[in-house]
């Protein structure tokens, strides 16, 4: 989708030629003497619209409007949020059309948060899934513009809005497409098709590579699959080549059947999912790549499928880990844990600033926090306040939860370091309890997205999250780098330690 902005105001709005004209009108609207203005006053006045987010009132062929259809939408008190409730509402509402061309209007006065909420909505609520469909169908939506009162005022924040939709489509896609097609070789492919974009380092690693690395616990996990294991590598350098880079490391499980610690069949094949941690973080890379911020970030992703076979890893196998910790497997399902803690071990080789790892670790993250908001652990408050703040102000928020040592006694072993599993209460923290024993000295942070990467039901699909908050927190990083001249003491700057 083509996303452009145009300087106008609503007289020009309403004579702009396009499909479907919306309209946001929140708690704030001062009608002007224009057409559009009058007749978002005199629908409040009847009480036909309501100002409240999520409200539609449709026209068809409305006077003094060139586009045939007319939407206007409540926006509430106009913050990012209620803005993206409308926009999301008004572009859903526009599915069933066959409109080609939208212009959407920005509330006098909105901020780039606003403007971000904007694209990021009509890009989610136009989305169409085709991939894999006979007859391509649906996508009809193609070209957007945002009527804003001043073009120049607003050029950053849309450069910043369209790389981060691109980046979250990109997620979307990837996670949507079938375990068959989305292996971990084609996960690979995509790595090094965005490398040769946009100047990227890119190495993928196969398993005999993995295996002489000593990575045994991420090794174990894919060889029950017919699908070879992948450990891809990105490197994007925008600063200079001795600044610590940012570390990003996805779980690129590609299916999960829990191996044999088998998963009941019921909704299993939601666990195509699985690779939702390294869908986000390719499609961070995407966004990264248009951006291009001055910062150093490396992608870790390591990839694999979890299968029953005869060569599958079992309950009782104890496997080496990159850090030289060993490892007893109590449950095969709980396969996640097991690639990240190598690709952990792999980061420290980078003396990385922070390493921030995302995964759909655990089930017990879904039933704390639902699908509102991601599990954040952090061993650094700046590291994981810049990651809340991140999250809340690019609509993909996330919740801290805690790190105490007591919830890491279930994962005690008799036969190897440590077991895979804790107890079941609690899962999720046990979870990232395993994983910090990994983290090396670094400032480390841990999304479980388990809740947050797709839905299920009736709209079942990937959600493209956690890509909005984490190329807010990139940017966040990057404006506040330290230069050569010496470091910022800016406030807001992740304060390590
Ligand atoms: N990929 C799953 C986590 C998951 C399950 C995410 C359901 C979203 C929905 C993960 O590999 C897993 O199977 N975790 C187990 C861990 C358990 C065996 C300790 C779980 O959550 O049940
Ligand atoms: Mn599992
Ligand atoms: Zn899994």
Redesign the pocket.
């Known amino acids: 989708m083509d996303f452009d902005l145009k300087t106008l105001d609503l007289a020009g709005a309403a004579a702009e030629k396009c499909d479907a004209l919306v309209l946001l009108v929140g708690e704030s609207f001062r009608p002007g003497k224009d057409p559009l203005s009058r007749l978002a006053a005199d629908a409040l006045k009847a009480g036909d619209l309501e100002p409240k987010a999520g409200k539609l009132l449709q026209a068809y062929r409305s006077a003094g409007i060139a586009a045939p259809r007319l939407i206007l939408a409540g926006a509430g008190d106009g913050s990012a949020k209620k803005v993206h409730a409308a926009v999301h509402a008004a572009v859903a509402g526009l599915r069933a059309s066959r409109a080609r061309r939208l212009v959407i209007c920005l509330p006098a006065g909105a901020d780039d948060a606003v403007l971000r909420a904007v694209v990021a909505a009509t890009a989610e609520a136009s989305y169409v899934y085709i991939a894999t469909k006979s007859k391509p169908e649906g996508r009809e939506l193609q070209r957007v513009t945002i009527a804003v009162a001043d073009a120049d005022r607003y050029k950053a924040g849309f450069g910043v809005a369209k790389a981060t939709a691109s980046g979250i489509e990109f997620a979307r896609e990837l996670g949507n497409l079938p375990p068959n097609v989305a292996t971990p070789a084609r996960l690979g492919d995509e790595a090094r098709k965005l490398a040769k974009a946009h100047g990227f380092r890119c190495e993928v690693l196969g398993p005999k590579e993995i295996g002489k690395i000593g990575m045994g616990s991420f090794l174990a996990v894919g060889q029950g699959s017919e699908q070879p294991s992948r450990f891809i590598v990105l490197q994007y350098q925008g600063a200079a080549a001795g600044e610590p880079p940012l570390v990003l490391v996805g779980k690129g ?1 590609t299916f ?1 059947s ?1 191996g044999i ?1 088998i ?1 009941p069949s019921q909704e299993m094949d ?2 195509k ?2 690779m939702g941690g390294a869908a986000s973080v390719l499609g961070t890379f995407r966004a990264i790549g248009e951006l291009r911020p001055a910062l150093n970030v490396v992608a870790l992703i390591p990839a694999c499928e ?1 299968m029953p076979d005869g060569k599958s890893f079992k309950p009782g196998d104890i496997v080496t880990s990159l850090s030289g910790q060993t490892i007893e497997i109590l ?1 095969t ?4 844990r097991l690639i990240l803690c190598d690709a952990l071990t792999y980061a420290q080789r980078f003396k990385p600033s922070a390493v921030i790892d995302v995964a ?7 039933v704390a926090l639902g699908s509102v908001r991601s599990g954040l652990f952090a061993t650094d408050d700046g590291l994981a306040q810049a990651l809340l703040d991140a999250g809340d102000a690019a609509l993909d928020p996330c919740w801290r939860m805690p790190l105490d040592d007591e919830y890491a006694d279930g994962l005690k072993s008799n036969f190897a370091d440590v077991a895979n ?2 107890g ?1 209460a609690g ?1 999720a923290v ?2 990232a309890k395993f994983l910090q024993r990994f983290a090396g000295n670094y400032p480390w942070a841990h999304l479980d997205i ?2 947050t990467a797709w839905k299920g039901g009736a709209a079942k699909g990937s959600t493209g999250r956690p890509v909005g908050l984490l190329v807010q927190f990139l940017l966040g990083q990057q404006r506040l780098a330290p230069s050569k001249t010496g470091r910022a003491a800016k406030p807001s700057r992740t304060k390590r330690g």
Request: proline letters at 0%; hydrophobic letters at 35%.
């Open positions: 499980i999960d829990g610690s998963k939601e666990m999912f699985d979890n449950n399902d709980a396969e996640g759909t670790l655990t089930g017990a993250c879904l599993v804790g079941r899962g046990n979870a388990a809740g």
